[in-house]
């Protein structure tokens, strides 16, 4: 079992032809992952490594059948309207995936997305019953069983191995960072999710948590926090609530930004010192809610092994 | 990106909030015309983007030009709350039958716009939010339906020109890309309602659709940017792919950070956070915080390695990230090259790098040959080292160069 990305979940590629998209396509058929559509408007009948290429995600579902999963992978500016259409398509054609997505996904991959334009996407989606995974979302991989976006490039078993430990990061490197600590101390993943940096996101780590205390083969989850935002907030609330009653080890980053003048951007949209709650805040209200708060990034596999 | 409160007016005049009369000076000959144009009594309010102006005598209303003049030399040019003055409005003074207070920006949990009215404006909104919470109003908004102005009229009632004011600030909110739209206070005055504050904020992510808006530059930790933070973030404005300097803070000794000396290029925005936790940790004391990521072009990597290392005083520099998913190494260290060439005088000081990822085998063959070649001192670590260790090795060496150099 994994959350989110299976052996049966079917992708299709929005944005399939650029810079990213061919990239990436060719990835995820290595991975064995079953794309299969792709869409660029204007360029319907050409392919992309094999997979055929569409005008719209619709006309894709319909000559080659359902998808699971849409990803968004086009300029900026033009994400709304691409998440919109995927939204849409998604809806209308739900349940007939093959795969497990009960409720289908969209991952917007694309960074830079306006944020007004998020809180449309994320609103629509909710409407339609669709997730949203990003903006300037990685991906998610459950390794050996397939994997969703740019997680893990073109060589993911170099860092990402199966195992009982889920995995959360805004920050698409320091997924990676983190499986490849995990894999090296002998400790597998089951499932890794970056849920990107941006003020809103769509999927949530408290959103994950519940997916990973229903997931058997998850034995902990470990998370990259950061400065600015509520996800650690929420976090604790679940554990506290006990929704979450799993192991949770957690390494927060930032504390250097304190100092600097409330409202600081940082590389993330979302990393904003003083937005909500101040690391000291952070650390305390994790740390009384039962999550444990590694001091060290190295520390995490010690952390581990004594939890599992 | 904040705003400057007349920088603010502007936006939501846009839309058709009115502002008392104002006029904006930079110097006292400024102040001098602007007189003209004005009768007094005159508020002068200092332009700084921290808040709380008004407590700290950054507002003043002048009933005579004499004390006015000197408020304004007293201000211009130097520091209130440890920002430089650089402007200072001129609006013409108001009578006040009431005040109320309005804002707009994003609730993180619901992931929406939310709208929150009081009709106790003119004060701390948090001291309202403490001491009268039912004086508050929270009303979360659509944002593919947008406000309403009939559920408006449910919430705050029916007087017209006020519900006319709020569906102008959504308009200003959403149409200008803003993160934050916030007036306190709302003024009610003879001839209707009118801005007396402007409180911007812009998402920067929306900026490349709104360049009519024509804002001054800002630093992302202060007001005054510094000539690298502006250049860095123009590296971004030419090419949407991946992302490079759009983000620089310099720590040269203002108030937003104690100077440092060894420069950084941080890949990714967590690994970013977690490199400069780690030198702080160690002792060591950074120039600068950037990053890029998101796989850029090696010209933008390259642009940003001049940017970053053309500062006098370094004795170190730390190029570092997480292992990659999708950034061709080999290009952007590339791009780092290709800068630190460009570089004059020619960096002796030691250079660390950590990175993983794709092509990052390749791209330390390249650099090992490039450093025996050109004679830069460079140290190599793989994704086997962690990050820690490897900022701590950098603080380490910088440290030996220190040495090295004063017993010259």
Redesign the interface.
């Known amino acids: 079992m994994s959350i989110l990305v299976n052996k049966e979940t079917r992708i299709l590629i929005q944005g399939i032809t650029g810079r990213s998209g061919v990239p990436v396509t060719s990835e995820l058929l290595d991975y064995g992952v079953k794309v299969v559509s792709g869409v660029t408007p204007g360029k319907g009948g050409q392919e992309v490594d094999t997979v055929p290429v569409f005008n719209s995600v619709r006309e894709a579902i319909e000559e080659v059948g359902p998808i699971d999963v849409s990803m968004v992978y086009v300029p900026p500016l033009m994400a709304r309207d691409a998440a919109m259409e995927a939204i849409e398509a998604l809806a209308a054609s739900r349940g007939s995936a093959s795969g497990q997505a009960e409720v289908p996904l969209v991952h917007i991959f694309v960074e830079k997305v306006p944020v007004f334009d998020v809180a449309q996407i994320l609103a629509r989606a909710k409407e339609k019953n669709v997730q949203v995974l990003g903006p300037a979302s990685v991906g998610a991989i459950s390794p050996g069983e397939g994997k969703i976006g740019s997680i893990g490039g073109a060589n993911p078993d170099k860092v990402f191995s199966k195992g009982p430990v889920g995995v959360i990061s805004k920050s698409g490197g320091m997924c990676s960072e983190l499986a490849m600590l995990i894999t090296e101390s002998g400790f597998g993943q089951s499932t890794v999710v970056g849920i990107g940096g941006d003020l809103l996101v769509g999927i949530t780590f408290g959103d994950l948590l519940k997916e990973f205390e229903s997931d058997t083969s998850t034995k902990a989850v470990v998370a990259f926090g950061e400065v600015g935002g509520s996800a650690e907030v929420e976090v604790a609330k679940l554990i506290r609530e006990g929704e979450f009653t799993k192991p949770f080890i957690i390494y927060l980053a930032g504390k250097f930004a304190e100092k600097l003048p409330k409202d600081t951007s940082l590389g993330h949209a979302g990393a904003i010192v003083g937005l909500e709650a101040t690391m000291e805040e952070k650390t305390k209200i994790l740390k009384d809610s039962g999550a444990i708060v590694a001091k060290h990034f190295e520390d995490i596999p010690r952390l581990i092994k004594q939890k599992i | 990106m ?1 705003l400057y409160e007349f920088e603010g007016h502007k936006i939501l005049a846009k839309a058709g909030i009115a502002s008392p009369f104002f006029v904006t000076c930079a110097n006292s000959e400024e102040v001098k015309e602007a007189k003209k144009r004005l009768k007094f009594p005159i508020v002068a309010k200092v332009q700084v ?2 808040g709380k102006r008004g407590k700290g005598g950054g507002v003043k209303i002048f009933k005579s030009e004499k004390k006015l003049v000197e408020f304004c030399n007293e201000m211009l040019g130097n520091d209130f709350e440890d920002e430089k003055v650089i402007y200072i409005n001129l609006a013409q003074w108001v009578r006040i039958e009431e005040e109320y207070y309005a804002s707009i920006t ?1 609730d ?2 619901s ?3 939310f709208l929150l009215f009081s009709k106790k404006g003119g004060i701390d909104i948090e001291e309202v939010e403490k001491k009268d919470p039912e004086e508050l109003i929270k009303y979360e908004i ?3 339906e947008g406000l309403k102005e009939r559920n408006l009229k449910k919430i705050i009632g029916k007087d017209e020109t006020l519900v006319d004011f709020l569906m102008r600030l959504w308009d200003a909110f ?1 149409r200008y ?1 803003c ?1 934050l739209v916030e007036v306190n206070p709302i003024a009610k005055v003879q001839s209707g309602y009118v801005a007396i504050d402007a409180k911007v ?1 812009l ?4 900026l ?2 709104q360049k009519s808006l024509d804002v001054i530059p800002k630093g ?3 007001a005054i940017p510094t000539k690298r933070e502006i250049d860095a973030r123009k590296i971004d404005e030419e090419d ?2 991946g ?1 490079a300097g759009s ?1 620089f ?1 310099e720590f040269d000794g203002s ?3 104690e100077a440092g000396d060894i420069a950084i290029l ?9 490199i ?2 780690s030198v ?1 940790a160690a002792g060591g004391r ?1 120039a600068n ?1 950037t ?1 890029y ?3 850029p072009p090696r010209e933008k990597v390259e642009k940003l390695t001049k940017i970053t290392l053309d500062k006098k005083g370094l004795n170190g520099c730390l190029v570092a ?6 950034t061709d190494i080999f290009e952007t260290l590339s791009g780092f090259v290709e800068g630190l060439k460009q570089v004059r005088p020619k960096p002796n000081y030691p250079i660390v790098i950590r990175r ?3 092509r990052q085998k390749e791209a330390y063959k390249m650099l090992t040959k490039f450093a025996k070649k050109e004679g830069f001192d460079i140290h190599l670590f793989g ?1 086997e080292t ?3 260790v490897a900022c701590k090795k950098m603080v380490e060496l910088s440290d030996g160069y220190k040495n090295m150099r004063s017993h010259i």
């Open positions: 904040k983007l921290s994003y993180t949990c992931k929406q716009p659509n944002p593919l959403w890309d993160r904020i998402d920067g992510n929306g490349v659709r992302a930790a202060g949407y792919r992302s983000t803070i108030p937003r950070g941080a890949s990714g925005g967590g690994a970013s956070l977690m400069m936790d702080v950074c915080y990053e990521s998101g796989n990230g997480a292992v990659a998913n999708f993983g990822g794709p994704p962690p990050i820690s």
